[in-house]
């Protein structure tokens, strides 16, 4: 389980991460959606231990990533966004001298997560793509089985195939009770998998809910058109949140059910009725105030 407590990371300048605070729980896979620079990295980096706090706490299983980080690496899976890779290794010498560090005796489960990612472990490293040292990023960071796994724009340098395969994995793992942080700045990657999404912009925390809750809260559009123009201008008195009227047309947004629109649209004469749904991408703009920006 990670657990984090009013966490900030002030690098000056309004930059960082503020007052943060989240839980995920095991069997979870937990998405934490901003743009780039939101803070994402350096909520990771922070449950490495790789940095100190300026204030507020993380533990994960208890433990504080900030004075115990070398025992939480036993059990914590990292998948970075850019990896940096030894030129002159082949994939092998490499996920062998990972293995050693972390002290894992079989490179086995190494080797059937490289296998399921199609990785030729015998290329030299130099001479892998930036997608094949991405596979082989993946394959580092499962390898020893962990409890907690901590992905950075996992799917980044993937192609839809290889997607979908780390998809898989991950739900596999999720299924296993593993604890797992998912940080990405696409919408759709965060609603095909996570459970729980804390939207984060400029370091701050602005909306934790689940998948359901967000798709709960959406609104859906309805383009109804008219036998008169009388008939539209007359309906969009009837208190409905109007988003166009034009001529005979009227598009209005409505959230939940939209048989209260059913109802009033009964003493009219009407033509045409289109729904338009709201996409996951308007619910976000929503939690932004418009602005994606960082
Ligand atoms: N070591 C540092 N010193 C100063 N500023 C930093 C440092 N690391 C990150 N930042 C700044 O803090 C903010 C958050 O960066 P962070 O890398 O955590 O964002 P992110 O959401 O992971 O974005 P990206 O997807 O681009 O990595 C950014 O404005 C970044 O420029």
Redesign the pocket.
Known sequence: MIRVKNLTKD?GGR??IFDLSFEVENGEVFGLL?P???????VISQLLGFASASRGRCFINGKSCHTRSAEIMEFTGYLP?EISLPEDMTGLAFVRFMAEIKGIKSIERAQQVAERFELDLDERIRKMSRRTRKKVGIVCAFMHDPAVILLD?PMGGLDALMQGRLNDLILEEKGKGKTILF?S?TFEEVERICDRVGMIKK?LMVNVDDIAGIRAAKKKSYIVSFATDEDAQRFAREGFEVISLSGRQITVSLKGEMMPLVKALGSYQVVGLETVAQSLEDVFIHFYGGDTR?
Request: proline share 0%.
């Open positions: 690098y930059k960082g901003g780039e620079g939101a803070g994402k990295t350096t966004e724009e940080a700045h370091g960082v």
